[in-house]
T-cell receptor, first 115, second 111 residues
Framework: DGGITQSPKYLFRKEGQNVTLSCEQNLNHDAMYWYRQDPGQGLRLIYYSQIVNDFQKGDIAEGYSVSREKKESFPLTVTSAQKNPTAFYLC??????????????FGNGTRLTVT | DAKTTQPPSMDCAEGRAANLPCNHSTISGNEYVYWYRQIHSQGPQYIIHGLKNNETNEMASLIITEDRKSSTLILPHATLRDTAVYYCIVRVVNYGQNFVFGPGTRLSVLP
């Protein structure tokens, strides 16, 4: 079945360490996104990519980095510069990047805890 | 900022229709209305989207007012498994085509 896979589901790190969250999709989608969700709040956009080797900052990109070397993969690195990294991280993809009516498809998220 | 306004919470009796409102008074002509829902600790699930006309699929119906300033998501026969946070989103038209999620409506389906 086609879908988005995020791994791992739970991740624990010590403060000061960088950590990379995986996101893989087999939907042949051009665009991929990373969102962050804090308890009781909506989703906030971190980074997005419309094509391979290109990505743009979202609303809260500080302390995060991404790469898009392959169409299927869009890993997110949470760096030690991110002041409040503990959160639920969601990866999503959508179809043709120039299509206005292409819905987002989400993975089931990675819950990161930094202590 | 989200371009939509939704009530923070709603209750619905099991088996009855759940009608979730959304206000998007500043919507522009080529922006679509999308609905997603999120069950606790999972990724949001796409439900339905529309531009002008009412839409229906196996999950729900979307009713958009003629002036497009508001819409209603209808779950015709709510079940306990429909308990979730429902997000109404207007697709921002720019290079990034960002989806902006507000806090949504927490729907509780009661037995």
């Amino acid at each position: 079945d086609g879908g988005i896979t995020q791994s791992p589901k739970y991740l624990f790190r010590k403060e000061g360490q960088n950590v990379t969250l995986s996101c893989e999709q087999n939907l042949n989608h051009d665009a991929m996104y990373w969102y962050r969700q804090d308890p009781g709040q909506g989703l906030r956009l971190i980074y997005y990519s419309q094509i391979v080797n290109d990505f743009q900052k979202g609303d809260i990109a500080e302390g995060y980095s991404v790469s898009r070397e392959k169409k299927e993969s869009f890993p997110l690195t949470v760096t030690s510069a991110q002041k409040n990294p503990t959160a639920f991280y969601l990866c999503a993809s959508s179809g043709q990047s120039l299509s206005y009516n292409s819905p987002l498809h989400f993975g089931n998220g990675t819950r990161l805890t930094v202590t | 900022d989200a371009k939509t306004t939704q009530p923070p919470s709603m209750d619905c009796a099991e088996g009855r229709a759940a009608n979730l409102p959304c206000n998007h008074s500043t919507i522009s002509g080529n922006e679509y209305v999308y609905w997603y829902r999120q069950i606790h600790s999972q990724g949001p699930q796409y439900i339905i989207h529309g531009l002008k006309n009412n839409e229906t699929n196996e999950m729900a119906s979307l009713i958009i007012t003629e002036d497009r300033k508001s819409s209603t998501l209808i779950l015709p026969h709510a079940t306990l498994r429909d308990t979730a946070v429902y997000y109404c989103i207007v697709r921002v038209v720019n290079y990034g085509q960002n989806f902006v999620f507000g806090p949504g409506t927490r729907l509780s389906v009661l037995p």
